[in-house]
Protein backbone atom coordinates (compact mmCIF):
# COMPACT_ATOMS: atom_id res chain seq x y z
CA UNK A 1 0.00 0.00 0.00
CA UNK A 2 1.14 3.70 -0.82
CA UNK A 3 0.28 6.10 2.53
CA UNK A 4 -2.03 9.03 1.57
CA UNK A 5 -1.94 11.93 3.79
CA UNK A 6 -4.53 14.27 4.00
CA UNK A 7 -4.05 18.11 4.75
CA UNK A 8 -5.83 21.52 4.70
CA UNK A 9 -8.98 21.01 6.89
CA UNK A 10 -9.73 23.33 9.69
CA UNK A 11 -12.29 25.38 11.21
CA UNK A 12 -14.11 27.97 9.00
CA UNK A 13 -17.58 29.71 9.29
CA UNK A 14 -20.63 28.91 6.61
CA UNK A 15 -20.40 30.42 3.11
CA UNK A 16 -16.72 30.48 3.57
CA UNK A 17 -13.90 28.07 1.41
CA UNK A 18 -11.51 25.20 2.21
CA UNK A 19 -8.93 23.67 0.22
CA UNK A 20 -8.20 19.97 0.76
CA UNK A 21 -5.31 17.96 -0.40
CA UNK A 22 -4.20 14.36 -0.25
CA UNK A 23 -0.37 13.79 -1.37
CA UNK A 24 0.40 9.97 -2.23
CA UNK A 25 4.13 8.67 -1.03
CA UNK A 26 5.36 6.47 -3.17
CA UNK A 27 3.69 4.56 -6.00
CA UNK A 28 2.74 5.80 -8.93
CA UNK A 29 -0.24 8.05 -8.71
CA UNK A 30 -1.89 8.04 -12.07
CA UNK A 31 -2.12 4.40 -11.99
CA UNK A 32 -5.15 5.50 -9.31
CA UNK A 33 -8.56 6.37 -9.43
CA UNK A 34 -9.28 8.99 -6.44
CA UNK A 35 -12.38 9.90 -4.75
CA UNK A 36 -12.96 12.28 -1.57
CA UNK A 37 -15.07 10.73 1.70
CA UNK A 38 -17.04 12.27 4.63
CA UNK A 39 -18.15 11.17 7.97
CA UNK A 40 -20.41 13.05 10.00
CA UNK A 41 -20.91 12.58 13.75
CA UNK A 42 -22.61 9.76 14.23
CA UNK A 43 -23.30 9.57 10.70
CA UNK A 44 -22.11 6.49 8.03
CA UNK A 45 -19.52 7.53 5.81
CA UNK A 46 -20.04 8.76 2.34
CA UNK A 47 -18.94 9.91 -0.62
CA UNK A 48 -17.86 13.21 -2.27
CA UNK A 49 -16.35 13.41 -5.37
CA UNK A 50 -14.32 11.42 -7.13
CA UNK A 51 -11.76 11.61 -10.53
CA UNK A 52 -10.39 9.36 -13.16
CA UNK A 53 -6.55 8.66 -13.20
CA UNK A 54 -6.39 11.27 -15.82
CA UNK A 55 -8.36 13.70 -14.52
CA UNK A 56 -11.05 13.62 -17.54
CA UNK A 57 -13.97 12.45 -15.26
CA UNK A 58 -15.31 13.66 -11.75
CA UNK A 59 -18.48 12.64 -10.31
CA UNK A 60 -20.20 14.60 -7.29
CA UNK A 61 -22.34 14.17 -4.84
CA UNK A 62 -25.81 16.28 -5.04
CA UNK A 63 -25.00 17.85 -1.65
CA UNK A 64 -21.75 19.41 -2.94
CA UNK A 65 -22.43 19.94 -6.80
CA UNK A 66 -21.75 23.55 -7.78
CA UNK A 67 -19.56 24.15 -4.71
CA UNK A 68 -17.11 21.63 -4.48
CA UNK A 69 -14.12 21.08 -7.21
CA UNK A 70 -12.44 17.76 -7.14
CA UNK A 71 -8.79 17.89 -9.06
CA UNK A 72 -5.80 15.98 -9.29
CA UNK A 73 -2.20 16.86 -9.80
CA UNK A 74 -0.14 13.73 -11.33
CA UNK A 75 3.04 15.65 -11.93
CA UNK A 76 2.74 16.19 -8.05
CA UNK A 77 1.22 13.23 -6.79
CA UNK A 78 -1.49 15.62 -5.35
CA UNK A 79 -5.60 15.42 -5.22
CA UNK A 80 -7.52 18.42 -4.19
CA UNK A 81 -10.78 19.42 -3.12
CA UNK A 82 -11.73 22.48 -3.31
CA UNK A 83 -15.14 23.55 -0.85
CA UNK A 84 -16.74 27.02 -1.45
CA UNK A 85 -19.77 28.19 0.03
CA UNK A 86 -19.47 25.90 2.78
CA UNK A 87 -22.49 25.24 4.52
CA UNK A 88 -22.64 23.62 8.72
CA UNK A 89 -23.82 20.45 7.05
CA UNK A 90 -20.30 19.87 5.77
CA UNK A 91 -18.70 19.31 8.89
CA UNK A 92 -16.73 15.76 8.92
CA UNK A 93 -13.45 14.31 8.78
CA UNK A 94 -13.04 13.94 5.52
CA UNK A 95 -10.79 11.09 3.80
CA UNK A 96 -9.07 10.65 0.28
CA UNK A 97 -8.74 7.10 -1.19
CA UNK A 98 -7.17 5.40 -3.92
CA UNK A 99 -8.42 2.73 -6.33
CA UNK A 100 -6.65 0.54 -8.64
CA UNK A 101 -7.12 0.68 -12.18
CA UNK A 102 -6.21 0.43 -15.52
CA UNK A 103 -9.13 1.96 -16.82
CA UNK A 104 -10.90 5.41 -17.12
CA UNK A 105 -13.61 4.47 -14.46
CA UNK A 106 -14.43 6.27 -11.31
CA UNK A 107 -15.74 4.57 -8.48
CA UNK A 108 -18.37 5.39 -6.28
CA UNK A 109 -18.14 2.25 -4.25
CA UNK A 110 -16.01 2.80 -1.01
CA UNK A 111 -15.31 -1.07 -0.61
CA UNK A 112 -13.71 -0.94 -4.24
CA UNK A 113 -10.87 1.91 -2.91
CA UNK A 114 -7.87 0.14 -1.77
CA UNK A 115 -5.79 2.89 0.02
CA UNK A 116 -7.25 5.39 2.64
CA UNK A 117 -5.71 8.44 4.74
CA UNK A 118 -5.94 9.34 8.40
CA UNK A 119 -8.44 11.96 7.33
CA UNK A 120 -8.44 15.96 8.01
CA UNK A 121 -11.09 17.18 10.08
CA UNK A 122 -13.87 20.20 8.16
CA UNK A 123 -16.13 22.34 11.02
CA UNK A 124 -17.80 24.53 9.59
CA UNK A 125 -20.03 27.46 11.96
CA UNK A 126 -23.03 29.11 11.91
Known amino acids: QVPLVESGGGLVQAGESLRLSCRMF????????MGWFRQAPAKEREPVAA????????YYADSVKGRFTISRDNAKSTLNLQMNDLKPEDTAIYYC???????????????????WGQGTTVTVSH
Open 26 to 33: GGTFSDYA
Open 51 to 58: ISRTGDFT
Open 97 to 115: AAHWTLGSDITWTQDKYDV
